[in-house]
T-cell receptor, first 117, second 115 residues
């Protein structure tokens, strides 16, 4: 179990409901990132964690989106009052350091496909 | 501002032929460049990266990429394509901003290898 894991792999929800997406990074990785990939689109950065703090939340599209990380490990991305435009694949990545090291490589999980009906 | 361009939405190659997926970048200072591959319904897999040193970088699955500073390019190559190489390929540049290295991704290029 060396890779990044995400759950659930698929989530179908009704408009207006809240959803939680989970990411388990590679053990020992300090940095954790969330991205969104909409159909036919590239990767959109959402948020970055260094340990349990989030120095960069600049990509969160609205205040309906929030994320936390506990114990320097698992992270949860929460979307409140989901809208149809939130439908996308949500990808999580982790890296060893994040801070200041240019050769730090991000390793991605398989993603959670969110469908809002 | 740092950016990455992948000028081709799709590349079609016959199996056994060499393949090239193009990437150009715009950064200030020394670039740190990455290639990732995404197979259907999967996350991104790291292929290779250029940080410094030899301009020809070798990566996973027989892929390599050539860093060309004068042309600001980092094209992905493989001498002999396989049908199983068909996937979505992303080029990325690392930008140091806000105290950490942030990856800026290109729009992606879909590679289709035909038997």
């Amino acid at each position: 179990g060396a890779g990044v894991s995400q759950s659930p792999s698929n989530k179908v929800t009704e408009k207006g409901k809240d959803v939680e997406l989970r990411c388990d990074p590679i053990s020992g990785h300090t940095a954790l990132y969330w991205y969104r990939q909409s159909l036919g689109q590239g990767l959109e950065f959402l948020i970055y964690f260094q340990g349990n703090s989030a120095p960069d939340k600049s990509g969160l599209p609205s205040d309906r989106f929030s994320a936390e990380r506990t114990g320097g490990s698992v992270s949860t991305l929460t979307i409140q009052r989901t809208q149809q435009e939130d439908s996308a694949v949500y990808l999580c990545a982790s890296s060893t350091y994040g801070v200041g090291l240019a050769n730090d490589t991000q390793y991605f999980g398989p993603g959670t496909r969110l469908t809002v009906l | 501002a740092q950016s990455v361009a992948q000028p081709e939405d799709q590349v079609n190659v016959a199996e056994g032929n060499p393949l090239t997926v193009k990437c150009t970048y715009s950064v200030s200072g020394n670039p740190y460049l990455f290639w990732y591959v995404q197979y259907p319904n999967r996350g991104l897999q790291f292929l290779l990266k250029y940080i410094t040193g030899d301009n020809l970088v070798k990566g996973s699955y027989g892929f390599e990429a050539e860093f060309n500073k004068s042309q600001t390019s980092f094209h992905l190559k493989k001498p002999s394509a396989l049908v199983s190489d068909s996937a979505l390929y992303f080029c990325a540049v690392s930008r140091f901003s806000g105290g950490y290295n942030k990856l800026i991704f290109g729009a992606g290029t879909r590679l289709a290898v035909h038997p």
